[in-house]
C-alpha cells in the first residue's frame, strides 16, 4: 500500500529564516506530487506541482521554491520567511497516467512564523 | 473554482438527520469530481468521487450528486454521527489536466 509522509509535523520559525519542509511517498512510482497551503479557516492554495523528477510548476508568486530531488521526494523551502507564510502545509501524490486522478494528502506541516 | 481567501461557509445538522453539501464548479470542461474531508488538524481525506457521465454515485452513507446543466454538485450524508464533523471540500479536474481545483469548503457542524 502507498503512504505519504510529512515532516516535520510542526514549526516555529522567526521571520527571515530559512525554511525546508519534506514529503516523501512510498509503495509507488512516479507520481505527481503537489504542495498546497491552508490558512486557519480557510481553502486549499495550490503552491507547486511535479509531474516528474526536476520538474516543477509554479502555480502563485511567491517566495517559495520547490524541488524534487528523487522520484518520491518533494521539497518545499524559502531562504526567507515572512509572516505570511504561517499555515498548513498539505504535500498530495497522485498516481500518474490517465483516469487516474484522486490525490492523496499527507498529514501536513503547521508552520507559525513569528 | 478556488476561493482560498474566504472564510468557510457552515452547516449545522442535529445528529441523526441527513446532511446536503452543496458545491458549484466553474469550469464546463471538467469531467470528473471528487470530495474531500478535512478533520480539524489533518490533512483532507477522500470521501467520494464521480465522472461527468454519471449523475448519482453511492457510497457507505454518502451520495455525489452531479447536475452538469447548472454545474452543480453535492454530498449527501445520510444519519450523520459526530465523527462527520469536518470541512467537507469539493474539487473538479477537466481531462489532461495536472491538478485539481478546490473548492471553498464547507464547514459541517454536529448537535447532539
Known amino acids: 500500500s502507498q503512504t505519504i509522509h510529512q515532516w516535520p509535523a510542526t514549526l516555529v520559525q522567526p521571520v527571515g529564516s530559512p525554511l525546508s519542509l519534506e514529503c516523501t511517498v512510498e509503495g509507488t512510482s512516479n507520481p505527481n506530487l503537489y504542495w498546497y497551503r491552508q490558512a486557519a479557516g480557510r481553502g486549499l492554495q495550490l503552491l507547486f506541482y511535479s509531474v516528474g523528477i526536476g520538474q516543477i510548476s509554479s502555480e502563485v508568486p511567491q517566495n517559495l521554491s520547490a524541488s524534487r530531488p528523487q522520484d518520491r521526494q518533494f521539497i518545499l523551502s524559502s531562504k526567507k520567511l515572512l509572516l505570511s507564510d504561517s499555515g498548513f502545509y498539505l504535500c498530495?501524490?497522485?498516481?500518474?497516467?490517465?483516469?487516474?486522478?484522486?490525490?492523496?494528502f499527507g498529514p501536513g506541516t503547521r508552520l507559525t512564523v513569528t | 473554482g478556488e476561493s482560498v481567501g474566504l472564510h468557510l461557509p457552515t452547516l449545522s445538522v442535529q445528529e441523526g438527520d441527513n446532511s446536503i453539501i452543496n458545491c458549484a464548479y466553474s469550469?464546463?470542461?471538467?469531467?470528473?469530481f471528487i470530495w474531500y474531508k478535512q478533520e480539524s488538524g489533518k490533512g483532507p481525506q477522500f470521501i467520494i468521487d464521480i465522472r461527468s457521465n454519471m449523475d448519482k454515485r453511492q457510497g457507505q452513507r454518502v451520495t455525489v450528486l452531479l447536475n452538469k446543466t447548472v454545474k452543480h454538485l453535492s454530498l449527501q450524508i445520510a444519519a450523520t454521527q459526530p465523527g462527520d464533523s469536518a470541512v467537507y471540500f469539493c474539487a473538479e479536474l477537466s481531462q489532461g489536466a495536472q491538478k485539481l481545483v478546490f473548492g471553498q469548503g464547507t464547514r459541517l457542524t454536529i448537535n447532539p
Open positions: 469550469n464546463s470542461a471538467s469531467d470528473y
Open positions: 498530495a501524490w497522485r498516481r500518474s497516467g490517465t483516469g487516474l486522478y484522486e490525490q492523496y
